[in-house]
């Protein structure tokens, strides 16, 4: 029992912190705006709240048309409506709010409100809120109709309400006296009498009013009279029953059918094609009333009213609506650049909602690589601009909802794949000049240590390594490579030489010595090694990994340290931020250390790692970063044979570069003592000029001149001067030909083995000359 309650304790456990973590690495509101409907010289203001403090709010404003202002179930299509950005007039923290007021000259307030937060690129967007003018215009019936009826009958009575926004309060009055009013009638905005009498005999009229508009009477009445002498009558509608009732699902719905005849007439309810709904529909005084509406209520209701004299029907159609949902399946989705990326939302609604996809929170409609039909969008190819927030929005009569996807575009690397070397293999010909009495000593170049190899997870490695104080060239950058050298069950898989050198494409900062190699075989045994890049170009390799061997692990085998959680951050400087976390070990499972993954939040790509040695560590400064920059950062525990889940995400942000300008100095002006030159001086200064620009093109022609002559030089002195290829290059295999870049097979953002990767130990002349003769003609230009 105690075993059942630990496990049952252990899954409510990860429940909650996988609930937090999720719920910490998105950006979601908290709080929309609502719908407004806002009277003539009132102001009201709109709020929309997120979790996380964004960059910045906006407010989009989709302006309604004079004959929408006053029209609150209005339609805007996303896709297509017109809209004006406006800043907030307020900003507290992670809360937005604008400010709306409506004056009597000016209505132009009226329309929808979207509210925008502003992560980096990424963007959300509120679903939209509504503000229109409240209005009640004037009655325009006027009737007085006389009605005798002899006692026992119903009557249901409304007076011919005139246009308003919202719905307007309606009262019955009797003799000009205030009639109390009924649930039922106060919903249904009718009067409702059972069986009358005698003392319900008199003149009834209506008024309608709104909180802000005073009440306005009807000139139209009922004049009714009851009397035992009143003539046989078949049934007849003192006023004809709606048609039709539009009902929302879960809600109540009163359908009206009254008649009065002589004698009183009786009534019949039925469903055409169909039955009542057992247990949640009533028979009451003026109609029939249905609960919890579902969809099977759809459908046509008739009623019947009959006596000796006739029978009269009424048909009522019932329409059932609800609010639509969108199911993305995705919160996340990762895509490379240039690829093509299909999504398909589950939309639900009646009736069928209109689909708008937002980017970023602006609607796709205008970008040429989307197309989006309906509940499905097509990106074609994927860019680095499609980073960031996609929402699809549904919208229907009932309401407007949206359901985010997050789009990480993984960019294709700029720096293209390692230069090729270039190596002279000419034979023959003149004697190698005499080599210098006293030849340069090449400058030093101090190679990464050998790395060592955390498993990550079943198909991925983290490669960590260090680099001994370097008083040689400075590193540009590194490569890790690594090699497969079988399955683990393989006898001799330690004798094999396995699969060639794989070089993975991504260029790692010269400050960073970790990197996560994906998509690696499970229960399979690799090597790794590292490749310094430096300044000459030239590149140096590390001693090769021990062998690890990347063990498959079941959930119930796996062995994951305990999941840090990250406290705090403050910024240190403009370039710096510094992180505090805890981290209390498991019985029996240890923490050698701990990854700190960052990215800008403003950026869409992988994150950087970088690690941090010691299981009592609790804090480290992330250096090398961008000014007035805010970053994601998460953490993880590793030991030897795994690393543990994500923490929950943290921003931090750099501080700002203070400002250099000085302070202004204000001071006598000193004229100018000469004239402006004359025309003799403009053709002197022409002179010059002619003169000095052939001298700078003849020192030109000589330099190049000598260049060629001393390249020609060198090149007839290393004539036969034996290469060493393991010191010069990054060797994939040992084919003998070298491919574009552009040509290049990639998995995992490795290179294949099927080329030669190398870098160029000195660069080339020509490469040189152009550059050289770039700073001439700049300076010529200057």
């Not at 003192?238 to 059918?257: A, D, H, M, Q, W």
């Not at 004698?263 to 055409?272: D, G, M, N």
């Not at 999504?343 to 009736?351: A, W």
Request: glycine share 6%.
């Amino acid at each position: 029992m105690d075993d059942a309650n630990r496990d049952f304790c252990a899954i409510v456990v990860t429940l909650v912190v996988w609930i937090a973590s999720s719920s910490a690495d998105h950006e979601y509101m908290v709080k929309t705006p609502e719908n407004v409907i806002l009277p003539v010289d009132y102001e009201t203001q709109l709020t929309c709240q997120m979790n996380i403090e964004p960059d910045k709010f906006l407010w989009k404003f989709y302006p309604f048309s004079n004959q929408d202002v006053f029209n609150s179930k209005a339609v805007l299509d996303l896709n297509k409506a017109t809209f004006i950005l406006i800043s907030p007039d307020q900003v507290e923290d992670k809360k937005s709010i604008l400010k709306v007021k409506v004056q009597d000259t000016q209505k132009s307030v009226a329309g929808d409100y979207q509210c925008l937060a502003y992560y980096g690129a990424s963007v959300i967007a509120s679903v939209p809120s509504r503000i229109t003018i409240a209005t009640l215009e004037n009655f325009t019936k006027v009737e007085q109709r006389k009605v005798d009826v002899v006692p026992g009958n119903t009557i249901l009575w409304k007076c011919e309400l005139p246009y308003s926004n919202p719905d307007p309060y309606v009262d019955y009055f009797k003799d000009d006296q205030y009639l109390e009013p009924t649930e039922l009638s106060s919903k249904i905005k009718s009067i409702i009498m059972e069986n009358v009498t005698f003392s319900n005999s008199g003149i009834y009229r209506c008024g309608a009013s709104l909180p802000t508009i005073p009440r306005s009477m009807s000139k139209e009445s009922l004049n009714l009279r009851i009397s035992n002498y009143v003539s046989g009558q078949e049934p007849y509608f003192l006023i004809r029953p709606p048609n039709n009732y539009t009902v929302i699902k879960g809600s109540s719905v009163f359908l009206e059918c009254a008649a009065i005849g002589n004698p009183v007439p009786r009534v019949i309810w039925f469903k055409h094609k169909g039955q009542l709904p057992q247990q949640r529909s009533e028979l009451v005084t003026g109609g029939l009333k249905i609960n919890n509406v579902s969809q099977a209520d759809e459908g046509v209701y008739v009623c019947n009213h009959t006596n000796k004299y006739g029978t009269i029907s009424h048909r009522i159609t019932l329409i059932y609506s609800e609010e639509p949902t969108v199911e993305c399946f995705l919160n996340t989705t990762e895509v490379k650049q240039n690829d093509k990326l299909d999504l398909e939302c589950n939309v639900k609604g009646i009736p069928e909602p209109e689909v708008a996809w937002f980017l970023n929170g602006y609607s796709v409609k205008n970008d040429s690589a989307i197309e989006a039909i309906g509940n499905k969008i097509y990106v074609n190819p994927v860019e680095k601009r499609h980073a960031g927030n996609l929402q699809c929005f549904a919208t229907n009569a009932v309401k407007t909802v949206y359901c985010g996807i997050s789009i990480k575009v993984i960019p294709i690397s700029t720096s293209g794949d390692l230069p090729t070397s270039y190596t002279n293999h000419r034979h023959g010909g003149k004697k190698p000049p005499r080599k210098p009495s006293k030849p340069l000593k090449p400058p030093k170049m101090v190679p990464p240590n050998k790395p060592t190899v955390t498993r990550l997870n079943n198909q991925a490695v983290v490669v960590r390594w260090s680099v001994s104080t370097n008083t040689g060239l400075p590193i540009m950058f590194f490569k890790v490579q690594y090699r497969e050298l079988g399955p683990f069950q393989h006898n001799d898989h330690h004798r094999s030489k396995g699969s060639r050198w794989r070089t993975c494409n991504e260029d790692i900062a010269p400050h960073i010595r970790s990197y996560d190699v994906n998509n690696l075989k499970p229960d399979h045994v690799y090597r790794f090694r590292i490749a310094a890049v430096y300044s000459n170009n030239d590149n140096k390799l590390s001693n090769n990994s021990e062998k690890f061997y990347l063990r498959k692990m079941e959930f119930d085998e796996d062995n994951k340290p305990s999941v840090p959680l990250i406290t705090h951050t403050e910024p240190i400087n403009t370039t710096a931020v510094k992180i505090y976390w805890k981290c209390s070990p498991s019985p029996n499972k240890t923490i050698d250390g701990y990854y700190i993954s960052f990215i800008s939040a403003s950026r869409a790509g992988d994150y950087t790692r970088v690690s941090v040695d010691g299981d009592r560590t609790n804090s480290f400064i992330l250096s090398y970063l961008q000014p007035d920059t805010i970053y994601d950062i998460k953490l993880q525990s590793f030991n030897s044979k795994a690393a543990s889940d994500y923490s929950q995400t943290m921003k931090a942000k750099t501080l700002a570069v203070p400002s250099t300008e000085g302070p202004s100095v204000l001071g006598p002006t000193v004229a100018s003592s000469e004239a402006e030159p004359g025309t003799g001086n403009l053709y002197v200064v022409i002179a010059v000029g002619v003169i000095g620009g052939g001298l700078i093109l003849v020192g030109i022609g000589i330099l190049i001149g000598c260049r060629k002559w001393q390249q020609m030089k060198n090149s007839e002195s290393d004539r036969h001067k034996p290469t060493v290829e393991e010191q010069h290059h990054i060797q994939a295999d040992g084919n003998e030909y070298v491919v574009s870049p552009r040509t290049l097979t990639r998995t995992n953002g490795c290179v294949l083995p099927t080329n030669r990767i190398t870098i160029t130990p000195n660069p080339l002349a020509d490469t040189e000359n152009k550059k050289f003769l770039a700073r001439i003609f700049s300076r010529v230009k200057t």
